[in-house]
């Protein structure tokens, strides 16, 4: 099999600074390549073995310069808003370029869930997969340092509010990673399968396994009915994949062990 890139040729990471990027750029290290990463903040030129470029996705500048030279890019960037429009900056760029095959990393129901964030991942995906370059999309559910991050701020409210219907599949970030790099360096592969966590579990559980284990005190539940076509939607569980999937081993509860114990 012959692969988009070599370890002589860089391979560019947007977002390569973030939860995802922290754990994937250096297993794409470890397997001997040459990693670029793009990011608005400037930084040192090189740092741990990594090239840092400067650039903007939601302005185009330093784009260009960013994909010149490389074969592979995996598109991590990603925000609550403007993430379509910064995707066919990318594209656009790549397309002029040598870049042989463009990954991403989108949300699982993406299709399906009707929220603003969410639709301009799935446009994304289609900018992605209208570009004439070989691409990879992997959908995933929710992190669990994201949700860590969700419940923390719901746990310091007087009384947790508990939308009705809302279950969550969260996964380990750094075996979404791993998954990530695999694709990453192999062919261009399509829409693979999903991944998600090894739970369904409703925000009440999230809550309660975090205060157990900080030895916090429960708070009063607060019913919430999420709203219209959305609320719908996650009553549904159209924002689950619970077939096909594939599934990680990190368990919530193992991952608060391992975060708030430490």
Known sequence: ?????????????????????????????????????????????????????????R????????????HTVLHL????????????????????????????????????????????????ERAIADSGIGWTVLRAAQFHELTLTMIEKMTRLPVLPVPGGLRLQPVAAREVAARL????????SGRVPDMTGPEVLDLATLARSYLDL??????????????GKAGRAYRCGENLTLEDALVGKVTWA??????VTA
């Open 77 to 124: 960037a990603g925000g609550p808003k403007g993430d379509d429009e910064a995707t066919r900056t990318l594209v656009r760029a790549a397309a002029c370029a040598d870049v042989r095959h463009l990954a991403y990393i989108s949300v699982v129901g993406a299709d399906r869930v009707p929220l603003a964030w969410l639709r301009t991942k799935l446009e994304s």
């Open 1 to 57: 099999m012959t692969y988009p890139s070599t370890s002589t040729t860089p391979l560019l990471v947007t977002g390569g600074t973030g939860t995802l990027g922290g754990h994937v750029v250096p297993l794409l290290q470890a397997a001997g390549h040459e990693v670029r990463v793009l990011t608005r903040q400037t930084r040192p030129a090189t740092a741990a073995g990594i090239a840092y470029v400067t650039g903007d996705l």
């Open 214 to 227: 900080r030895g916090g005190h429960r708070r009063p539940k607060l019913p919430v009915r999420i709203p």
């Open 181 to 188: 790099a695999e694709l990453t360096l192999a062919e261009p």
């Open 59 to 70: 302005t185009g500048e330093g784009v260009e310069a960013a994909v010149d030279g490389v």
């Open 254 to 259: 193992e991952f608060l062990a391992e975060r």
